[in-house]
């Protein structure tokens, strides 16, 4: 009785022996907070919908508390009415009594186990959507400024925690509350001398149950902060972008040592948690020995002395009723810990919850449909800057587009950051005519990416405006916004899921014909239909591996098929053999056919094809026109064509922009608008 909250409350729990890296319960940090009631309120907001439940747990607790009492009180029976009045009938009755009341408590534990689960699930559940709901109507810059591990984090370990704060906490403090009480109560109708006696034991083992808690607190503290620590390196080190940094700068070794290093401090943690509990342990159960003696010397002078108001069972009930308290006590005094704990996890879950939705529709954002829409784009004096990510916070290692800063062509060609500035665009005006194709050029850094960027409100505009259709894009609904334009990125995310889904993800209702057909114009049907189940074959991180030529002509397909108005569209800079390049070329081509198109042009064929070319260079349009006016200029496009196009050329370029020459010289289109 009472012991079975031991390990659990002591031993090896609470986090404490097994390690979790990668899922489990985060607990408290930041238990010393006071409690906030405000927060409290919210969380039992979240209960409010399970309280038949709840109610009915709650009763079992109270019924399983009172079942606690009645085996002291069938000993005291036996010993002081069956045995020495010989009555075998009321022997047997009491016997069995003692061995239904433990079969009835159980099988009530299981049932309030049952619902507590069930209660603890379905609050993390709804957590859990609502968190990722939000999520998803986060801005960009979120994700470009938190670590992925942290997010999975919140999602994972915060909202898995809620299980443990509804199974243990909350269960803790009403069963151990009931129980105590109850106890303390029956003691005091035995003997209220020896009730006394007892409780004036109690402040000693309080006093040391604190002083383990607060030591164990601290460790767990360290523990928890070491296991995120490990959890964040790894995601960061172990995921393809991480892995393929350290192999490429050969840092293989370091990260190891690093790992190695968190991963001593993790052991060494555990082990000292461990030790903790095991002497308090000791501590508990030597004190469980020896407080009945105490009770024993009292009450057997007072018998000898010839008291009879004491009985022989009454000090074996009372020493079992004893037993029954420490452990729920000891736990209580950790109570407002726990509580705090749980809050606390409350909290980092409430955080993320009440981040504001920057960019969001307006009220009476205008909903423009690609039937309605012509494709006008206009920059209008338009000034952006990247907020400056948190403190401490660093930016994703993930391939996240635009990629995060530092992008990638200033890592790999360090000589051409440029210094530090805060505006990434700078009084950026101009227009793109429906079914025009307009061609981003500049050096790396300049501003194209953004510019392409905030065309579908990744970001807004600090100043002046982006317009679609003489609309600023911030009076149109953003799901509308996403039915107008269509990105192909160098960073072709395939989903895991077959060729087909990939295909549809913009439409999932698409015929399989009309799949096909954008397949087709995206040169890439031949190739899936050779895949082992053709458009059924699995593709993405888990899946099929397609080159990164196929991968960008099955994310062609995709804009095909869902035939934007806009397009925005990212040219590879990695040089493709001649025959994906050809197969680019002619996937490209019925893509910009008719549309609105943003290009950040890598490819000579791009630039000559173009109705205007913007030179971008630290975040200004420093020239613009077309080919030959440019190049006729002499400026700063000159220079950057001299650089890659011609015989003699240096390769002191900007990293990355190469500009490859592809054997289909123009993708000009037929009508004007
Ligand atoms: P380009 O596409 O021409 O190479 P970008 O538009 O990517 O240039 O970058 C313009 C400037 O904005 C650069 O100085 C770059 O470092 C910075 N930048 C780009 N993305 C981010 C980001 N997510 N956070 C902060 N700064 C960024």
């Known amino acids: 009785m009472g012991r079975g909250g031991m390990g659990r409350m002591y031993g090896g729990g609470g986090g404490g022996g097994r390690g979790r890296l990668m899922s489990g319960t985060a607990l408290p940090e930041g238990a010393d907070r006071p409690i906030d009631r405000r927060t409290l309120r919210r969380v039992a907001g979240f209960f409010v919908p399970y309280r038949g439940r709840i109610a009915l747990s709650v009763g079992a607790i109270l019924v399983v508390a009172v079942f606690g009492l009645l085996?002291?009180?069938?000993?005291?029976?036996?010993?002081?009415?069956?045995?020495?009045?010989?009555?075998?009938?009321?022997?047997?009755?009491?016997?069995?009594?003692?061995?239904?009341?433990?079969?009835?408590?159980?099988?009530?534990?299981?049932?309030?186990?049952?619902?507590?689960?069930?209660?603890?699930?379905?609050?993390?559940?709804?957590?859990?959507?609502?968190?990722?709901?939000?999520?998803?109507?986060?801005?960009?810059?979120?994700?470009?400024?938190?670590?992925?591990?942290?997010?999975?984090?919140?999602?994972?370990?915060?909202?898995?925690?809620?299980?443990?704060?509804?199974?243990?906490?909350?269960?803790?403090?009403?069963?151990n509350l009931a129980t105590a009480l109850s106890t303390v109560v029956a003691m005091w109708l035995i003997d209220w001398r020896l009730a006394l006696l007892s409780l004036g034991l109690l402040p000693l083992f309080l006093g040391l149950t604190h002083k383990v808690g607060v030591a164990r607190r601290a460790l767990s503290g360290s523990t928890q902060r070491t296991l995120a620590d490990l959890t964040a390196l790894v995601e960061e080190t172990l995921s393809v972008s991480g892995v393929l940094l350290t192999k490429s700068f050969g840092r293989q070794a370091r990260a190891t040592e690093r790992f190695a290093a968190e991963n001593a401090r993790l052991s060494a943690l555990q082990v000292r948690q461990q030790m903790v509990g095991r002497w308090f342990f000791t501590i508990i159960s030597t004190f469980f020995s020896i407080t009945p003696a105490f009770v024993y010397w009292f009450a057997g002078r007072e018998i000898i002395g010839g008291d009879a108001a004491l009985s022989l069972g009454d000090i074996v009930a009372f020493t079992t009723l004893q037993?029954?308290?420490?452990?729920?006590?000891?736990?209580?005094?950790?109570?407002?810990?726990?509580?705090?704990?749980?809050?606390?996890?409350?909290?980092?879950?409430?955080?993320?919850?009440?981040?504001?939705?920057?960019?969001?529709?307006?009220?009476?954002?205008?909903?423009?449909?690609?039937?309605?829409?012509?494709?006008?784009?206009?920059?209008?004096?338009?000034?952006?800057?990247?907020?400056?990510?948190?403190?401490?916070?660093?930016?994703?290692?993930?391939?996240?587009?635009?990629?995060?800063?530092?992008?990638?062509?200033?890592?790999?060609?360090?000589?051409?950051?440029?210094?530090?500035?805060?505006?990434?665009?700078?009084?950026?005006?101009?227009?793109?005519?429906?079914?025009?194709?307009?061609?981003?050029?500049?050096p790396s850094g300049a501003g194209k990416t953004t510019i392409s960027a905030l065309v579908p409100r990744f970001y807004d505009v600090d100043a002046g405006a982006v317009e679609i259709d003489g609309h600023d894009v911030r009076d149109l609904t953003l799901a509308s916004l996403g039915g107008l334009i269509g990105m192909v990125t160098q960073e072709t995310y395939l989903f895991h899921a077959s060729v087909r889904e990939n295909i549809a993800y913009g439409r999932p209702d698409a015929a399989q014909a009309e799949i096909e057909a954008a397949a087709l114009a995206a040169a890439i049907h031949d190739r899936v239909v050779e895949l082992p189940e053709g458009y059924e074959t699995l593709v993405g991180e888990r899946g099929f591996k397609l080159s990164g030529g196929e991968k960008q002509r099955v994310a062609i397909a995709r804009v095909i098929l869902s035939d934007p108005r806009i397009l925005i569209l990212d040219e590879a800079t990695s040089a493709l053999d001649t025959g994906s390049e050809r197969l680019i070329q002619a996937a490209l081509a019925p893509l910009l056919r008719d549309r609105t198109t943003l290009a950040i042009a890598h490819r000579l064929s791009t630039v000559l094809a173009a109705d205007l070319i913007l030179v971008l260079d630290r975040g200004r349009i420093v020239e613009r026109g077309t080919h030959p006016d440019l190049l006729a200029q002499g400026g700063l496009y000159a220079r950057l064509y001299r650089q890659q196009f011609a015989p003699n050329g240096t390769s002191d370029d900007d990293g990355g922009d190469s500009w490859a020459e592809s054997p289909v010289t123009s993708l000009r289109r037929g009508a004007e608008p």
């Open 323 to 442: 037993s029954r308290l420490f452990f729920p006590l000891g736990q209580l005094l950790n109570v407002q810990v726990e509580i705090q704990g749980a809050l606390a996890l409350f909290d980092r879950i409430f955080d993320y919850l009440d981040l504001p939705v920057a960019i969001a529709d307006r009220p009476g954002a205008r909903a423009l449909s690609p039937a309605e829409a012509r494709g006008r784009v206009r920059f209008d004096r338009v000034w952006f800057a990247y907020e400056q990510s948190a403190v401490g916070d660093r930016p994703s290692a993930g391939g996240a587009w635009p990629p995060a800063v530092p992008s990638q062509s200033s890592v790999l060609n360090p000589r051409s950051s440029p210094a530090p500035r805060s505006f990434a665009l700078q009084d950026v005006s101009f227009a793109v005519e429906p079914g025009q194709l307009v061609a981003l050029v500049g």
């Open 71 to 175: 085996n002291p009180y069938l000993l005291k029976l036996i010993i002081d009415d069956a045995i020495p009045n010989r009555d075998l009938g009321l022997l047997y009755r009491y016997v069995g009594l003692m061995v239904l009341v433990p079969i009835l408590t159980g099988l009530i534990g299981v049932g309030q186990t049952y619902l507590n689960t069930l209660i603890g699930q379905r609050v993390m559940q709804d957590l859990r959507n609502a968190l990722y709901a939000h999520l998803q109507r986060m801005p960009l810059a979120f994700f470009t400024a938190t670590r992925t591990g942290e997010i999975q984090s919140r999602l994972g370990n915060d909202v898995g925690g809620v299980q443990q704060v509804v199974t243990e906490t909350a269960t803790g403090v009403v069963s």
